[in-house]
């Protein structure tokens, strides 16, 4: 039997780079594509490479991810995030691909008590949420077999995250600052790619979300990344009003895994758990 292909935008980000590890693993042929390779907003270019390379599945990774930058480039924010998830959900969708379209917490507000679950309303506070959400609504509006994968504060072994900012600073000595009132989970891209490819063998379509379980305050989580990486380092708590960030970021962002639960899939392990794994495996 010939294996299924899988195209993954935005190939060369955090997550695009485990997603394609993960899948290369599993007798997948996989096509990760750069930016350059494969740019999301230039409509002709996603329709040739699509029904060139005619994927069984296409993992849609790419976003314009500047939370704050998006605040002054609303209009490449949704060129990209926006316009360009029309152009991979309609070519996929021309091709008869599932599709994995790679969300986030922040379409939530924050004001609820309690966790977000699928079913609940989103409403954004920033320009980057918005350009997701619309994303999200594109892709149900394009795209009939589709899976939408919502996460949160990703971290990797690829690119800048929160985890290595944090051992960084650490090396430089440095009095740390993290802010104390925004909740949320830490989430293992690895772990995003393992339940990806446990939903692309499905056709349990729908929206899901995806982080490690259990939640913390970003002062939390520093804390919680010097404790097991063995480092001494003075870390105070503050606010979002002593912190001041350009775009809002939501209070409570933690989200219940309430499609998995549903559809019977396993559940996320702890996020302790996998920052432990991380820190171990950590080249
Ligand atoms: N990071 C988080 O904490 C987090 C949380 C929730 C959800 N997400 C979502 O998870 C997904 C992956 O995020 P990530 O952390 O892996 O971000 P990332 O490291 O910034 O990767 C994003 C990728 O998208 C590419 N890209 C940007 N514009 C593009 C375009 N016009 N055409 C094609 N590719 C383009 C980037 O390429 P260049 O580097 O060349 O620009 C980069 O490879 C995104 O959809 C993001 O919204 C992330």
């Not at 998995?260 to 950590?282: D, G, S, V």
């Amino acid at each position: 039997m010939s294996k299924e292909k899988v195209l993954i935008t935005g190939g060369t980000g955090q997550l695009g780079i485990d997603i394609s590890e993960v899948l290369k693993g599993q007798q997948y042929d996989v096509y990760a594509f750069s930016r350059e390779e494969l740019d999301i907003s230039n409509n002709s270019q996603v329709i040739e490479k699509l029904n060139k390379i005619k994927p069984d599945i296409v993992i849609h990774s790419a976003a314009y991810t500047k939370v704050d930058l998006a605040e002054e480039n609303q209009d490449d924010a949704y060129l990209i995030n926006a316009i360009g998830t029309r152009n991979v959900a309609v070519a996929a969708d021309k091709i008869k691909a599932k599709l994995v379209y790679i969300s986030t917490d922040y379409v939530f507000d924050g004001e609820k008590q309690g966790k977000y679950n699928e079913f609940d309303i989103p409403n954004p506070k920033n320009v980057y949420g918005r350009t997701k959400l619309a994303g999200e609504n594109i892709v149900r509006d394009f795209h009939s077999e589709y899976f939408i994968v919502r996460t949160s504060w990703l971290y990797g072994e690829n690119g800048s995250n929160f985890v290595k900012t944090m051992l960084l600073l650490a090396e430089k000595g440095v009095q740390i600052k993290v802010v104390n009132d925004q909740l949320g989970s830490p989430t293992y891209t690895i772990d995003v790619a393992d339940k990806i490819s446990e939903l692309i063998k499905t056709q349990l379509y729908g929206i899901y979300h995806v982080t490690n379980s259990g939640s913390c305050t970003w002062y939390e989580f520093a804390n919680k990344i010097f404790e097991y990486a063995q480092k001494k380092v003075n870390v105070e708590p503050v606010s979002s009003m002593e912190y001041t960030q350009i775009a809002k970021r939501p209070q409570n962002s933690v989200l219940d895994h309430m499609g998995l639960r549903l559809n019977n899939f396993p559940t996320m392990r702890n996020w302790e758990n996998a920052l432990i794994e991380f820190l171990l495996t950590k080249r």
